[in-house]
């Protein structure tokens, strides 16, 4: 399985989030054979709509699926609670990981939990996610709930 | 705090999503005064969408809020990983559970977290609910990722 090439899809929609002003976030499901189900991106600014990270868009756009043992969740950021949670409910199988560096997520409850976690430590995901917190520190905070 | 009217907005959203043919599972967000901010359902069958649990669905139509500390979440049933992540990511104040009969949830996660958790163990909610699994357990275990 090529995560690399895995990766660059969600990066882009990262990118596409960033060019659009918005939290710069991309994820992708992919099947088992690396067959793309659904790309997506943070939407918060774009839509005003807090309910939809890059995770939680990239499900979303897959549609219904029954079964996610054997599916593949490629983010550009390590997942918060809520797309930790969205992972673990739905017992997504794999979660390819671009960068923790801006945001450490919870990968080792994910990892109790069974999922196998891939870490990519890209260093295009950390500076472009790095460039955003530094611009729009504001909406970054309000995104991960800790706004004052 | 009158939680018992609050929650019939949440039952009143699970009985339309159950007339609708979807997951019967409502929710709706207040803020500390008890003003109604968002109400919502799960849209798994309507929507086609996966992503859209009853909380998540109350969550978004409250719009863009800074913070959630002082806000009340009600949903007809105990939230799942999912919506759990959700309200521990958002640092969301205060849960009400309409029921968790049918479903357990993690409810002592929520606690440990700080999250003040109401429950109310209310028939009606339970009684929806049980005939929804009853009548649609393919659908109602694709919703909390234990399809076969």
Not at 50 to 75: C, M, W
Not at 81 to 97: A, E
Not at 120 to 138: E, G
Request: some cysteine; glycine content about 10%.
């Amino acid at each position: 399985m090529n995560y690399a090439n895995m990766l660059a899809v969600a990066l882009a929609e990262a990118q596409t989030g960033f060019d659009e002003g918005g939290v710069p976030v991309g994820a992708a499901l992919f099947d088992a054979g690396g067959k793309l189900l659904g790309r997506g991106r943070n939407r918060r600014v774009q839509d005003n709509d807090p309910s939809v990270h890059g995770e939680t868009d990239a499900f979303r756009k897959a549609g219904r699926q029954t079964n996610y043992r054997d599916k593949i969740l490629v983010t550009t950021l390590a997942p918060c609670w809520y797309c930790s949670g969205l992972i673990r409910q739905f017992n997504i199988g794999t979660v390819v990981v671009g960068e923790s560096a801006n945001f450490e997520g919870h990968l080792d409850w994910l990892k109790e939990a069974g999922v196998k976690v891939i870490e990519l430590n890209d260093p295009a995901c950390t500076a472009l996610m790095r460039r955003f917190i530094k611009q729009s520190p504001q909406i970054w905070f309000e995104d991960i709930g800790e706004s004052k």
